[in-house]
C-alpha cells in the first residue's frame, strides 16, 4: 500500500532544485576549469577499453539523467524522503567534486567528428563536460541516487523492467560516448552507494550515530579491520591492473572497522523486515559474503536450532526455509540479512558480532522472548548461534526466573547446544543483570 503523499512537497523539491542546480555548474564547471590549467593531470586506462565502441545514439540517455535528476523530485511523499534524497544527491556533489580536485585524471580517447542530432548534442556536452575530472564519475553517482528513488516507487512488472533497463542504458552510456574509462564506473558507483548509506531513507544517518563505544573490545575489532582494509589497499595500489579491485572488499572492511569503532550495529543498517539497505548490500558485499560464509562453515556439522526450554530455540541465522516451523524469530545479528517466512512474527534486535550485547539490549531481548514465545516455537539466532543469542537467551532465563543464577542457565544452554560459547564479557554483564547492579 502506497503511503499518502505529505503536503507541500512540490514547492520543496523545487527549492532544493533551485540550491542544487547552480551548485552542480559552478563547481563542476570551476573544477574542470581549474584542472584543464594543471600539469600534473594522469590517466588511468586499461589496455582492453580500446575495443569499446562509440555509439552516437548513446548521446540520448547520457543525457536523459539530467531529465530524470530533475523528475526524481516529484517522487518522495514525505519532506524526509525528500530531504534524504537531495542531501545524497548534494553529498555526491561534493564527495566527486573534492576527488576531482585532489586526483585529477583526464579521458584520453580522441572522439571523431559527428554531425547531425547526435552530433550536436555531443557538441553541446563537450562546451561544458572537458575530458578532465574522471573518477569518480559523477554522473554515475548521481544515477546510482536517482535508480534508487526511481526503483522505490516505480510500481509495475513491465514499468520497473523499463526502469531498470533505461538505467543500465545510462550507466552503459558513459563509455559508449566516450566520455569515461572504465575505472569511473565503479568509483563513481562507490561514491552513489556511500551517499545512500550516509542518508538512509529510513533511521538515523551514520554521522548521527557515531559516538566514542565504551568498550575496549571494539576498539581492538575496529583496529584489526582498519590495518585489513589498509593491506587491501596497499596491495591494490602496488600491483594496479585488476589487482585494483581488492580496493571494494578494502572499503568494505574500513566501513566494519568504523561501526566497530564509531557508529555501532546501526550501521549496518539491518531493517525491521530483518533485511540490509541496498547501500549496505553493494558496499559491504565482500564482507558479507565473507560473514555469510564463515556462518554456514562453523555450523556445517551442527545446522539446526536446539530448543533450550519452553518451545524457545537457538539456533543459527536461518536460510530461506529453514525457519519455516518457527512461529517467531528474534534476530541478533547486525551484519547478515534474514527473509522472515510469510505470517512469520520477526523482532530485530542487531548486535555487533564478537562483542557482549549491553544490558540494554539484554533487557529488550528478555521481554521479546517472553511476548514471542507466546505465538509458537521461538528461534533465537545470530550469525552461529552460539555466542550474542545464547547471550540473551541466558538473560531471558534468569530474568524470567526460571533459572536462579547465571551458571543454571549457562548449564541449561549447554546441555540444549554443547558449543556455545559465553566469553567473560557476557558472564560479567549477566551476573549484573543477576544481581540487578547493571545501569
Known sequence: MQVPREAGLIRRGVLWLLLLGPLFFLSYGLSNHYTAQRDDVGSLVFEWERAIPLWKWSIVPYWSIDLLYGLSFLLPRSRLEMDR??????????????????????????????????GWLFDVLMGFDKP?????????????????????????????????GWMALIGLSVLTTWQHHFIDLPTGALAGFLCLWLWPRDGQSPLRLARLPASARRYHLAARYAVAAGLLAALAFTLQGIWLWLLWPGVA???VALNYGLIGPGGFQKGADGRQSCAVRWLLAPYLAAAWINSRLWTRRHPQADEVCDGVFLGRLPANGEAADFASILDLCAELSLRPEPGQ????LPSLDLV????????????????????????????????????????WLVLS???????????????????????????????????????
Open 132 to 164: 578532465y575530472n574522471q573518477a569518480p564519475s559523477l554522473h554515475i553517482a548521481l544515477l546510482v541516487i536517482v535508480w534508487a528513488m526511481f526503483a522505490r516507487h516505480t510500481r509495475g512488472t513491465g514499468l520497473r523492467l523499463l526502469m531498470h
Open 253 to 255: 572492511l574500513l566501513l
Open 345 to 348: 512474527h520477526y523482532r530485530g
Open 356 to 395: 557482549a550485547p549491553d544490558s540494554d539490549l539484554c533487557r529488550d531481548a528478555a521481554q521479546a522472548i517472553e511476548t514471542l514465545r507466546g505465538h509458537g516455537p521461538l528461534l533465537v539466532c545470530c550469525a552461529l548461534g552460539y555466542s550474542r543469542s545464547a547471550s540473551v537467551v541466558a538473560a
Open 401 to 439: 526466573g526460571r533459572c536462579a543464577t547465571v551458571d543454571a542457565a549457562e548449564a541449561l544452554i549447554r546441555r540444549a547446544r554443547p558449543g556455545v560459547v559465553l566469553y567473560p564479557a557476557h558472564r560479567h554483564l549477566l551476573e549484573q543483570l543477576t544481581s540487578g547492579t547493571c545501569p
Open 85 to 118: 534524497h537531495a542531501l545524497r544527491l548534494l553529498s555526491a556533489q561534493l564527495i566527486c567534486v573534492t576527488c576531482f580536485l585532489l586526483w585529477p585524471l583526464r579521458f584520453t580517447f580522441e572522439r571523431p567528428e559527428m554531425d547531425g542530432l547526435f
